[in-house]
């Protein structure tokens, strides 16, 4: 198993940016693949940004194409989602997740998966 601690979020104006963490613990964790995801109130947790376990490749959801950047460091066990020219419409709570990289396939499926490790989240909120 692998527990997941987010950080970072807070927050912060309209065209701003953030860099928000997400730290492992627990078994490897290169044997996962790392995702964020997000959920706004009363809407439904939707993908946001994928990295493969070594880093190399990365998947993208739509609104965060071009702004938003995902990156691991596998010395630190952590997870960075980078976020710049915030929008109002990016205030959510984010989700870090893990899912063991045996036996997925890439790209990532962009859907929460049984077998997924969840983070508690860290609130993000953009004003105008």
Do not use: H
């Amino acid at each position: 198993q692998v527990q997941l601690v987010e950080s970072g979020g807070k927050l912060v104006q309209a065209g701003g940016s953030l860099r928000l963490s997400c730290v492992a613990s627990g078994n490897n964790f290169q044997a996962y693949a790392m995702a964020w995801f997000r959920q706004a109130p009363g809407e439904q947790r939707t993908f946001v940004a994928a990295v493969e376990w070594s880093g190399t490749s990365t998947s993208y959801g739509a609104s965060a194409k071009g702004r938003f950047t995902i990156s691991r460091d596998n010395a630190k066990n952590t997870v960075y989602l980078q976020m710049n020219n915030l929008k109002p419409e990016d205030t959510a709570i984010y989700y870090c997740a893990a899912r063991p990289w045996e036996g997925m396939y890439w790209p990532y499926e962009p859907v929460a998966k049984a077998g997924d490790y969840w983070g508690q989240g860290t609130q993000v909120t953009v004003s105008s």
